[in-house]
């Protein structure tokens, strides 16, 4: 099991950057596959990006990428999400979380959800 405090959101202009982190309690952080999602005020949580455990393969949903950049520090036991370009759309609720199942941008794949960082962007 892992517990997920994510931090670093705020308020940024567009065109703005912000750099989320998402820090991982317990010894078994390295094991997990980790994925970010967003949820938007009266919509879906959905998909932004995952990296695998050793940090070999990355996936972004179509949205974000070329934007935002997952990485992940196995030595701090934690995970980040560089945030680019950012637009108006990009407002949402940021949650990471660990990846326990096949799909990478299906949230039921996801366990041991943070309880989520806003982060709103001004046009």
């Known amino acids: 099991q892992v517990q997920l405090v994510e931090s670093g959101g705020g308020l940024v202009q567009a065109g703005g950057s912000l750099r989320l982190s998402c820090a991982a309690s317990?010894?078994?952080?390295?094991?997990?596959?980790m994925g970010w999602f967003h949820q938007a005020p009266g919509k879906e949580r959905e998909f932004a990006a995952a990296i695998s455990r050793k940090s070999g393969r990355t996936y972004y949903a179509d949205s974000v990428k070329s934007r935002f950049t997952i990485s992940r520090d196995n030595a701090k036991n934690t995970v980040y999400l560089q945030m680019n370009s950012l637009k108006p759309e990009d407002t949402a609720v940021y949650y990471c979380a660990a990846h326990t199942g096949r799909s990478w941008n299906v949230r039921a794949d996801y366990d041991y959800w943070g309880q989520g960082t806003q982060v709103t962007v001004s046009s």
């Open positions: 317990g010894r078994t952080f390295s094991s997990y596959d």
